[in-house]
């Protein structure tokens, strides 16, 4: 039995070490409730086996796929040492439930645990658009398993009963310009005083002269998300929440 485990062990550094050494993003495939579905992965060579790293999972934006963000988190991942996951949606112009998740998602997060050395309790989410949409809806109904969420234009319908789903206040962080038309800032004012005013506290910050399009101003950003993404952790190992859809 310990030759097994010694064996599985170091099969599984082996293959983290052959997949950093490469540096650079890879197309990844998983099956998740039987379909194949395509996600892109990058580790930074930085990653040690003995410090186990904190994992973003991308939601892209509607028209596009996981590429459009991990690429632009890239340079940032290997200069902060957290490894990216952003899979493709079902139907790349939309995220919805349950297709995307979030049996989905973390299909994908356990799968990357058993190849990477990942903490368990800094798995973050980070939306764009209608990314962003859906990280807020998943981190209400996974509050337990992921330790916090950054979002890039997007928000809450409003009411949203998904509110009343979340067994822990999440943190969350919303971007967004003041000349952003998909998503104006009353509409997005709006998710985060109703979240507030259900206990939560959402950290809002309204980019000037900006529109909706994101990826011209990633960088800056991208690492306004990480500064607050970086600071929590889950007290306790994640819980997940299986939730039963109908057909």
């Given at each position: 039995m310990k030759r097994h485990i010694l064996l599985t062990t170091t099969l599984l550094l082996l293959s983290f070490t052959a997949a950093a050494a490469?540096?650079?993003?890879?197309?990844e495939l998983?099956?998740?409730?039987?379909?194949?579905?395509?996600?892109?992965?990058?580790?930074p060579s930085t990653i040690k086996p003995?410090?186990?790293?904190?994992?973003?999972?991308?939601?892209?934006?509607?028209?596009?796929?996981?590429?459009?963000?991990?690429?632009?988190?890239?340079?940032?991942?290997?200069?902060?040492?957290?490894?990216?996951a952003g899979p493709d949606s079902l139907d790349t112009r939309v995220w919805g439930m349950p297709q995307d998740g979030p049996d989905y998602l973390r299909d994908l997060v356990e799968e990357l645990k058993t190849k990477y050395p990942i903490?368990?309790?800094r798995v973050y989410l980070f939306g764009?658009?209608?990314?962003?949409?859906?990280?807020?809806e998943m981190s209400l109904m996974e509050s337990k398993y992921f330790a916090a969420t950054a979002i890039h234009a997007g928000a809450l319908p409003p009411n949203s009963d998904l509110i009343d789903l979340a067994q822990r206040k999440i943190p969350i962080s919303i971007q967004v310009g003041d000349s952003d038309q998909s998503?104006?800032?009353?509409?997005?004012?709006?998710?985060?005083?109703?979240l507030?005013?259900?206990g939560f506290s959402v950290e809002l910050t309204e980019i000037p002269g900006h529109d909706h399009w994101y990826y011209d101003l990633a960088?800056?950003?991208?690492?306004?998300?990480?500064?607050?993404?970086?600071?929590?952790?889950?007290?306790?190992?994640?819980?997940?929440?299986?939730?039963?859809?109908?057909n």
């Open positions: 490469k540096d650079d993003i890879t197309k998983i099956t998740s409730k039987g379909k194949t579905r395509a996600y892109y992965l990058y580790v003995s410090s186990p790293a904190p994992l973003i999972v991308m939601l892209h934006g509607s028209g596009h796929v996981g590429m459009s963000l991990v690429e632009k988190w890239k340079d940032l991942a290997k200069k902060e040492g957290f490894i990216i903490n368990p309790r764009h658009s209608g990314g962003a949409i859906f990280a807020l998503f104006p800032l009353k509409v997005v004012r709006a998710t985060r005083d109703l507030n005013s259900n960088p800056k950003i991208n690492l306004r998300a990480w500064e607050f993404l970086k600071k929590y952790e889950l007290e306790t190992d994640p819980v997940y929440r299986t939730f039963q859809f109908n």
